[in-house]
């Protein structure tokens, strides 16, 4: 290993085996046949064992790794487990995998220490804006993150949305992750529909982070339809199955011609798979049987029926991917055989791509046709436009707004459907907005969180090169300690800088 130092006092002890470092003090160790495994520190004053590695650290702390970078007002770190305790300090680390735009997550806590590759943090704040006085925060009474699994899992606590506390269900455990599988309600993030009034959702994850099964319960809070409420468990089986059961009350589901309709599953069990082939080609598969109501006498009647369905897809490229240059195709078959007698198949294809007409206007477009065989007794498992054009595009008018179009055309028919336009207005890490989608006569006003949640953009500079703000100076917390002392230290005269080869 080779530890390097300087600082503008540096006392030596014990056969030069313990070290003093004050003043502007900074130490640099990385293994040599690693460079991938690093850790810088700077301090006021640092004082350690070079030949254990551990150190102990007081005023304006920062330590680096390849992992993430910690900052607070005293720590101690052993640079030989990577194990960690921290005051008043803050942590930056990565919530996206490589080659992927980074997205970085910012926690801060007036205690930090690590256990293995367990981070653990309470009374803390979790956000990925990097202002020392975020956008939005995820206070929480406990937060766990797992270096080597790259998640994150909060206890109790509330999202704070400027200003405007959101309480989450104390005691459960919530799973943080960059990407859409997330769902779009892990956080509680109010919006506003036509449809339901105010409307706020949660979504929970019951089972332990770290266990294979995910178990969650969800519920949506609708000024005007009451509650919506889901329950859902799957677990791997092998390397490509993963059997779920899953009910829902007061679910709301999307028609082929873009109505929404509330259903219950009751419930619904099912297993799906995946295979992955050369040249991004997938099979996807999914078996499922259930008991199901449609009940919304606004856009359909009420039926109550169980269903029995098998479906194929073979995908190539990304389908719905709308980065310049990406394409896609697919083709899928499907069959439901109902409580009545009844039966349904379809087979389908489709092939699109999306573009960059100019630096302002980007834009996708999709081909779809459909064959079908018999009849469905509901309206959301129906396949209404046989052969359409869906189209997509989004104008940039400067840094911020953003003007989103949609619409889809049914070639067979030569009719526009449906159609949807949305206003939105980038923050930083966050994006409000506002849409409106004829279908339903449905307007929402709403806010994501770029970067962490769905298909939105990435905020410049979220992941910082010089790590966390100073989010305790901007409170005025005091938080000072007591230096470390030794006691058979020996001072050098002067100033010094130095360089070790263990």
Request: proline share 5%; glycine share 10%.
């Amino acid at each position: 290993m080779t530890v390097s130092f300087d600082a503008e006092d540096v006392t030596w002890a014990y056969e030069n085996r313990y070290i003093t470092l004050s003043g502007a003090a900074r130490l640099y160790s990385q293994v040599a046949d690693d460079p991938s495994r690093f850790v810088r520190m700077q301090a006021d004053l640092i004082e350690g064992d070079l030949a254990s590695g551990r150190f102990e650290l007081l005023g304006d702390v920062r330590i680096a790794t390849a992992q993430g970078t910690l900052e607070g007002a005293s720590a101690w770190y052993d640079s030989s487990t990577a194990q960690f305790a921290l005051r008043r300090g803050g942590v930056m680390f990565p919530l996206t995998g490589e080659g992927e735009e980074q997205v970085c997550g910012y926690a801060y806590a007036l205690d930090l220490a690590s256990e293995g590759e367990i981070v653990y943090l309470t009374d803390a704040v979790f956000t990925t804006c990097n202002r020392a006085d975020p956008h939005y925060a995820l206070e929480v009474d406990r937060l766990y993150w797992d270096r080597e699994a790259e998640r994150v899992t909060v206890r109790g606590g509330a999202l704070k949305l400027y200003g405007l506390r959101i309480p989450l269900v104390p005691k459960l455990t919530h799973e943080l992750s960059a990407g859409e599988e997330s769902g779009p309600d892990l956080l509680p993030i109010p919006g506003y529909t036509s449809r339901d009034g105010l409307r706020v959702g949660w979504s929970l994850l019951l089972s332990a982070p770290d266990a294979a099964e995910r178990v969650r319960l969800g519920a949506q809070l609708r000024q005007r339809r009451g509650i919506g409420a889901f329950f859902s468990a799957e677990t791997p089986w092998g390397a490509d199955l993963t059997p779920r059961l899953y009910a829902s009350l007061n679910e709301d589901t999307r028609t082929d011609a873009d109505e929404v309709i509330a259903i219950n599953r009751l419930p619904e069990i099912g297993i799906a798979g995946r295979w992955d082939f050369g040249g991004d080609r997938t099979l996807l598969a999914d078996l499922s049987a259930g008991r199901y109501r449609q009940h919304d006498e606004e856009t359909a009647p009420n039926v109550t029926e169980d269903r029995a369905r098998l479906s194929l897809r073979l995908a190539g490229g990304t389908p719905g991917d709308l980065s310049p240059g990406s394409s896609w195709w697919w083709l899928d078959a499907a069959h439901s055989l109902y409580g009545d007698g009844g039966h349904y198949t379809t087979l389908g294809a489709a092939f699109g791509g999306a573009t960059e007409l100019a630096p302002w206007l980007a834009g996708s477009a999709e081909l779809r046709h459909y064959l079908t065989d018999g009849a469905s007794p509901f309206e959301w498992d129906d396949i209404d436009i046989e052969t359409e054009l869906r189209a997509n595009s989004e104008f940039r008018m400067g840094p911020a707004w953003r003007v989103r179009l949609g619409g889809r055309y049914d070639l067979q028919h030569s009719d526009l459907r449906t159609w949807s336009a949305e206003l939105r207005r980038v923050e930083h890490c966050l994006t409000w907005k506002a849409g409106y989608r004829n279908t339903s006569d449905l307007f929402t006003i709403g806010v994501e969180i770029n970067g962490l949640l769905g298909n939105d953009e990435i905020p410049e500079g979220s992941c910082q090169e010089d790590g966390p703000p100073d989010y305790w100076a901007e409170r005025g917390d005091d938080g000072g300690e007591t230096p470390p002392t030794n006691d058979t230290a020996q001072p050098t005269d002067t100033a010094s800088e130095a360089t070790l080869i263990q």
